[in-house]
């Protein structure tokens, strides 16, 4: 049954993403409104600049530079948070829940800092909030695992959820340069968030895989808690060493659950991917999302995480969505029970290693870190060394069969006392699906 007069639609937030969605909200209106199966308005839009000129047209009285009034507007069915940001964010979002509105978000954030109350709150007041856009822009990632793969239990989720990362890395491997070189670059095409520690040091991926970790097992799992590293120590030379090995260097999320012992692993940090794995071919922009669940295998996901048209596409989903389910009276689901579910240690995580490590070229190096490792537990898989600069000093690469954090922990920390190392060992882990908790 659909409301009289039409859903009445709030966008707070006319940037790059607000724009996006208001203009292919009218463009594609009556089709759009045949999927809801009734009639929309876009009837309010707040911005904090009113005289800012825009890409879409907004009637004057349709626009104010006030949210809270959207928010506490009774007209209002649905309100579009797409101002960014945490704190007037997170009240306005508040606000719209305790009217029993229904929230429409792209802001990862404000869902990794806060989710826990505000999804609470909205099951408080028998209101919903869609959050597609908040996880890699225009892929359907949230649909996907909600609906689509509805009755798998997910053992493993790993990703590439930030794409100023993927771009970075996958430029440094094309065109031997450097991080610095590529970055500028980076900053001149606009591919870098103002806060550039989001992107380079994997915050924003690291909400992205709260917000996934949420999604498929029912917990919230709190930054601190997860290893969340970016890329700017991975080095050209890294990159090149990679190759060699047969592998591409990405910035990669990581879920894990183990359902024996009912443990959670969520963790951001650069990766050697094989070159033959899907994830090791996306390249540029492109986000990727490998799922396995229990039940259907592993499906794959690929496309573009950002940038105005695929963010709108994924807000406009959850909007037409939103509209449909309120027309319906429909309750906002309940979470999955994540009661008995244990944060594993990162140090129990099974995983196998890449170590870089600059030595004194003398005989004998090679066999002492190996008996490191050995003593520690750890065997390695291959080795590759290669002079370093002429000064007396070799590059030692190794990689590593599978071993605790922990036992790799124990070998770097004897490494780093050892003598014949001029630099600490520089670590990645290897994503060889032999990840796994303890
Ligand atoms: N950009 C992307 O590709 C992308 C992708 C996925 C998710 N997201 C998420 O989408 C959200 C929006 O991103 P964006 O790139 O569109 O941001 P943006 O271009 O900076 O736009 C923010 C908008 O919010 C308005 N605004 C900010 N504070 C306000 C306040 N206190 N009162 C009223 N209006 C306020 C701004 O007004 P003025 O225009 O007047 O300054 C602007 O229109 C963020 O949460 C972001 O993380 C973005």
Redesign the pocket.
């Known amino acids: 049954m659909s409301k009289a007069g039409g859903i009445r639609i709030g966008v ?7 724009q996006g969605v208001w203009k292919h909200l009218r463009a594609r209106q009556p089709e759009l409104e045949l999927h809801m199966g009734g009639k929309f308005v876009l009837a309010r839009a ?5 005289d ?1 000129k ?1 890409s879409v047209r907004i009637p004057a009285k349709a626009l104010t ?3 809270m009034s959207i928010a506490c507007d009774p007209e209002i069915d649905i309100l579009c948070e ?4 945490t704190r ?2 997170l009240a306005v979002t508040k606000a719209a829940l305790k009217a029993g509105k229904t929230v429409v ?6 869902l990794c800092e806060h989710g826990e109350e505000l999804f609470a709150l909205a099951r408080q007041n028998g209101a919903h909030i869609y959050f597609e ?2 996880v890699a ?1 225009g892929i359907p990632i949230i649909k996907a695992l909600r609906e689509g793969l509805v009755v798998n239990h997910f053992p493993l989720i790993y990703g590439i959820l930030n794409g100023t990362c993927n771009y970075i890395l996958t430029r440094m491997e094309r065109e031997g340069q450097s991080f610095e070189a590529i970055l500028e670059d980076a900053r001149k095409l606009g591919y870098v968030e103002a806060d550039e520690s989001l992107d380079l040091d994997g915050w924003d991926a690291a909400h992205k895989a709260v917000i996934i970790a949420y999604l498929a097992h029912g917990k919230w799992i709190p930054l601190k808690k997860m290893p969340v590293e970016g890329i700017r120590d991975v080095t050209l030379e890294d990159i090149q060493w990679a190759q060699r090995l047969g592998f591409k260097i990405k910035l990669l999320a990581l879920i894990l659950r183990d359902f024996k012992n009912g443990h959670v692993f969520a963790s951001v940090q650069p990766a050697l991917v094989p070159g033959d794995m899907v994830l090791g071919n996306v390249d540029g922009v492109f986000n990727a999302i490998s799922v396995t669940g229990d039940i259907v295998g592993e499906s794959v996901y690929i496309g573009r ?4 048209d ?2 709108a596409s994924a807000v406009i989903s959850d909007i037409i969505d939103a509209g449909t389910t309120i027309s319906h009276g429909i309750r906002p689901e309940e979470p999955l029970n994540c009661a008995d579910l244990k944060l594993a240690k990162p140090e129990d995580v099974y995983r196998s290693f890449y170590v870089r490590l600059s030595v004194k070229d003398r005989p004998g190096v090679l066999a002492e870190v190996a008996g490191i490792l050995a003593e520690e537990g750890i065997s390695i898989e291959s080795v590759l060394q290669r002079p370093n600069g002429g000064q007396g000093l070799a590059n030692l690469v190794l990689t590593t069969h599978v071993c605790t954090e922990a036992a790799m922990a124990a070998a770097v920390a004897r490494l780093k006392r050892h003598k014949s190392l001029n630099r600490k060992p520089f670590l990645l882990r290897i994503a060889d699906f032999a990840q796994r908790l303890g």
């Open positions: 707070v937030g006319l940037g790059t993403v607000g707040a911005v904090r600049h009113l800012k825009r530079d006030d949210p797409l101002m960014g940001g007037e964010a978000t792209a802001n990862k954030a404000l856009a908040s822009g995480g950002a940038g105005q695929a963010t």
